[in-house]
């Protein structure tokens, strides 16, 4: 075991210097942030889930009603801002520190994503300061409602990391409980921000299509088979 945690350690050495970088930098950088109050349009869904919820008690006829007044699209934007102000009330400073945490994580869990795709731990270590110090990875940081992208990120690129694992060791033997999973970070990521995750769907679809048509093998097509099975079943 401390054999295997030493070979993990020097393979991934970047990833260990880049929490303390990404934290730390994340900390001074949205600092200004934290001085920004909430805008209009997260008062308003903050509001509506309050009235909603004291005009429907109940959490069946809760959850009905706001469906049809919200639809799926801004749904989860709605039940986000709700559960912020139910465990933080009018704290907006608290609010921020949550998006920031989010924000943070992130940025690091794009780090097996991008080394699985490229083998590289460079690779990895320069795509994830690339995302953590980006312009348009702070554009969620406009407003409350836009901040679930970053817990939607988290998830997914949890989910794309297993996946295309997955698809590495394809001649592998078929683990559903490996597939369960992956669809759960994916479910997790559909539900903080349905808008920006839903395309990635079609996109496994293709991806399976084209690995299907290009492995010869009956078994790895058995493979491919049971995962879309699993994932979009």
């Known amino acids: 075991m401390k054999k ?5 350690l020097k393979k991934h050495f970047l990833f260990i210097i880049l929490i303390p970088v990404v934290v730390v930098s994340q900390y001074y950088i949205l600092a200004p942030h934290l001085k920004f109050g909430l805008i209009d349009l997260d008062d308003g869904y903050t509001y509506g ?18 469906y049809k007044e919200w639809q799926a699209v801004y749904l989860h934007q709605f039940y986000y801002v709700g559960l912020l102000n139910h465990f933080f009330g009018d704290n907006f400073l608290a609010f921020h520190y949550v998006t920031h945490f989010f924000k943070i994580i ?22 994830v300061l690339f995302y953590a110090f980006s312009y348009n990875a702070a554009g969620a940081l406009e407003s409350v409602i836009q901040s679930s992208d970053y817990p939607a990120i988290f998830m997914l690129s949890i989910f794309l990391s297993i996946y295309f694992y997955l698809i590495r060791r394809v001649r592998k033997v078929f683990k559903p409980s490996v597939v369960l999973i992956a669809l759960l970070f994916l479910l997790s990521a559909l539900i903080f921000s349905t808008e920006r995750t839903y395309p990635i769907i079609p996109l496994i679809v293709i991806v399976e299509f084209i690995l299907f048509f290009l492995n010869r093998s009956k078994t ?8 879309v099975g699993v994932l979009l079943g």
């Open 106 to 127: 992130a940025s690091l869990s794009m780090y097996p994503l991008f080394f699985i795709l490229s083998g590289s731990s460079l690779v990895a270590f320069i795509s």
């Open 49 to 66: 889930f309050i009235l909603s919820k004291e005009k429907h008690p109940n959490v069946i006829d809760f959850l009905i009603t706001s």
């Open 4 to 8: 295997f945690i030493a070979v993990v």
């Open 220 to 227: 790895n097509r058995i493979q491919i088979l049971k995962r």
